[in-house]
């Protein structure tokens, strides 16, 4: 999600800001196109993170070490990824049949994953190539 971070006791356009659209000077206040949450609403802003969320896969992955492809760290429970059958030590080659160099790039083409498609992933798994179906 962007977001933007301003301190209104150094930016007065900021504070300006804020003020005409909550009322509030000097609150914790988070705000998108659609409402302004002035401090902290637990599930006001759980909405709103929903909102901006993209969907994923649920994996925690870093650059593999030792050659192309995207280390999984771990794999969030009941998640696409997970119901795929990947799992944590994995190294992903490959997503939707585009090569997977690096963390950034597996990230960026599942960024434009279209959700509920089924599509593949690769891994690499102690020494044997694997192809999973990611459900949706």
Same mark, same amino acid.
């Given at each position: =999600?962007? %977001? ?9 356009? !900021? ?5 005409? $659209? ?10 998108? !196109? +659609?409402? /302004? #949450?002035?401090? %902290?609403?637990?599930?006001?802003? +759980?909405? =709103?993170?929903?909102?901006? /969320? ?33 799992? !944590? ?8 049949? /585009?090569?997977?160099?690096? !963390?950034?790039?597996?990230?960026? #083409?599942? /960024?434009?994953? $279209? ?17 999973? #179906?990611?459900?949706?």
């Amino acid at each position: =999600m962007e %977001f933007r971070e301003s301190d209104v006791s150094q930016d007065q356009e !900021a504070a300006r800001e804020v003020v005409r $659209r909550t009322g509030q000077p000097g609150v914790p206040v988070i705000v998108d !196109a +659609q409402e /302004a #949450i002035v401090g %902290f609403d637990l599930p006001r802003l +759980q909405r =709103m993170a929903a909102r901006h /969320a993209r969907p994923g896969l649920g994996l925690r992955v870093k650059d593999a070490p030792d050659r192309p492809g995207a280390y999984v760290g771990s794999v969030r429970p009941d998640s696409p990824a997970e119901r795929a059958g990947v799992k !944590a030590g994995d190294v992903v080659d490959e997503l939707s049949r /585009a090569p997977v160099e690096n !963390a950034a790039r597996l990230e960026r #083409i599942a /960024a434009q994953r $279209r959700p509920g498609q089924p599509t593949s992933v690769s891994v690499r798994r102690g020494g044997e190539r694997r192809t999973l #179906i990611v459900p949706d």
